[in-house]
Nanobody, 120 residues
Framework: VQLQASGGGLVPAGDSLRLSCAAS????????FGWFRQTLGKERELVAA????????SYADSVKGRFTISTDYAQKTAYLQMNSLKPEDTAVYYC??????????????WGQGTQVTVSS
């Protein structure tokens, strides 16, 4: 599967953004999805994940209550709704898909990054 991420941008603190991850292939129901982010000099961090089939989601503590991950199987797209953005959310965001039930540390497929910058 090929993944195409989009939706990043520059926003002021408190604003919202929605990232999209469009997937190629016949169906995305077979994959777990995750959104990672990375800033310069830091390790890539998993911020949100949804299991294969979409029944369960999980979030990093730093984004819990503000970010929501979802999938639209008809559109073959995964989303990351980001609300109440903070300057510390500034990073390059990557979507990923995994053939396993959960998204692991090294997913099978990666999209290109999309830059999110939150100004204070």
């Amino acid at each position: 599967v090929q993944l195409q991420a989009s939706g990043g941008g520059l926003v002021p603190a408190g604003d919202s953004l929605r990232l999209s991850c469009a997937a190629s292939g016949r169906t995305i129901y077979r994959y777990a999805f995750g959104w990672f982010r990375q800033t310069l000099g830091k390790e890539r961090e998993l911020v949100a994940a949804i299991v294969r089939g979409g029944d369960t989601t999980s979030y990093a503590d730093s984004v819990k209550g503000r970010f929501t991950i979802s999938t639209d199987y008809a559109q073959k797209t995964a989303y990351l709704q980001m609300n109440s953005l903070k300057p510390e959310d500034t990073a390059v965001y990557y979507c990923a898909a995994d053939r396993d039930y959960y998204v692991g540390r090294n997913p099978d497929y990666w999209g290109q990054g999309t830059q999110v910058t939150v100004s204070s």
